[in-house]
C-alpha cells in the first residue's frame, strides 16, 4: 500500500535518485559483499520488498531472487534472474506460505501510509518467511533525525528501532539485532564518498554511534 499512485512514485523517485544511480550500485555492492551477505545463504529464496531500483536484489548472492514494489519503473532496472511482484504489500502476497528464507527491506517502512499497513506487511512478511528465515530490515529513526525525517515528500511512518522490534515481537519474531545506529541517513543527497570510506566505516561500530541515524533490525521467525 503507498499513499501515492504508481505515476507520483515514478515522478518522486526518477527526480530523487535519476543522478546517482550508479553510485548507489557502487556502495550496494560494498554493503552487501561486506555485510549483509553473511545472512543469506548461497541457495536461500530472498525477496527485496520496497525494492526501488534492485541494488540489493541484484547484488546479492543467492538461489531465488524476488523483487516487491508498487513503482512500475522498477522491473526495468532488475535483473533478469528476479521475478518482480508489482503489488500492495499490505495485501497478501502472491507467495505462497513458508516459501522464503530472507526478507529485506530498506528505507520502506517509512513510506507506508499508516501503522496498520506496516502491521499487515509485517504479518505477511511472517506467514511467507519459513521456520528460523529472518526480515533484515534497516530505516531512518525518527529518534535522531527530528524535522529532517520529514523532508521527503512520501514519509508517513516514524519508527525508531525500538518501535519496530515490540511490532516484530508482538507477531511472534525473535529479535536478533537491534541497532538504533548503523549507517549514515541518506544517499539520495550530499557528498558521494568514496567507497573505501565505506568499507573501513562498516569495520568501526564506534564510527555508526557518532555518524549512524539508520536503524538495523534482524528478526528471526
Same mark, same amino acid.
Given at each position: 500500500?503507498?499513499?501515492?499512485? *504508481? ?9 530523487? @535518485? ?8 557502487? !556502495?550496494?555492492? =560494498?554493503? =552487501?559483499?561486506? +555485510?549483509?551477505?553473511?545472512?543469506? #545463504?548461497?541457495?536461500?529464496?530472498? %525477496? ?10 541484484? $547484488? ?16 526495468? @532496472? ?13 495485501? /497478501? ?10 526478507? &529485506? ?7 507506508? *501510509? ?6 499487515? $506487511? ?7 518467511? /519459513?521456520?528460523?528465515? /529472518? %526480515? ?13 525525517? +520529514?523532508?521527503? +515528500? ?5 519508527? $525508531? ?11 511472534? &519474531?525473535?529479535?536478533? !539485532?537491534?541497532? *538504533?545506529? &548503523? %549507517?549514515?541517513? $541518506? ?7 568514496? =567507497? ?6 562498516? #569495520?568501526?561500530?564506534?564510527? +555508526? ?13
Amino acid at each position: 500500500m503507498s499513499a501515492h499512485s *504508481p505515476t507520483d512514485l515514478q515522478r518522486i523517485y526518477g527526480a530523487r @535518485f535519476s543522478d546517482n544511480l550508479e553510485y548507489r550500485r557502487q !556502495v550496494w555492492s =560494498v554493503l =552487501v559483499g561486506d +555485510w549483509f551477505s553473511r545472512f543469506v #545463504k548461497q541457495d536461500a529464496a530472498v %525477496l527485496d520488498l520496497g525494492c526501488g531500483y534492485g541494488e540489493f536484489i541484484n $547484488t546479492v548472492s543467492c538461489g531465488q531472487k524476488f523483487a516487491m514494489d508498487l513503482n512500475p519503473d522498477a522491473p526495468k @532496472f532488475l535483473g533478469h534472474d528476479v521475478k518482480f511482484l508489482q503489488q500492495d504489500c499490505s495485501a /497478501r502476497w502472491d507467495l505462497p506460505g513458508a516459501s522464503l528464507d530472507v526478507v &529485506f527491506t530498506s528505507n520502506f517502512f517509512e513510506h507506508l *501510509p499508516d501503522k496498520s499497513a506496516l502491521g499487515r $506487511t509485517l504479518d505477511e512478511i511472517h506467514r511467507c518467511l /519459513r521456520e528460523g528465515g /529472518r %526480515l533484515i530490515a534497516m530505516g531512518p529513526n525518527i529518534k535522531f533525525l527530528a524535522g529532517e525525517y +520529514w523532508d521527503f +515528500w512520501d514519509h508517513y511512518v516514524a519508527l $525508531t528501532e525500538a518501535s519496530l522490534k515490540e511490532a516484530l515481537m508482538t507477531r511472534q &519474531f525473535e529479535i536478533e !539485532v537491534c541497532r *538504533p545506529k &548503523f %549507517l549514515p541517513y $541518506t544517499m539520495a543527497s550530499g557528498p558521494r564518498y568514496p =567507497v573505501a570510506f565505506l568499507r573501513a566505516y562498516l #569495520k568501526l561500530p564506534l564510527a +555508526w554511534s557518532i555518524f549512524g541515524k539508520q536503524f538495523l533490525v534482524i528478526a528471526r521467525r
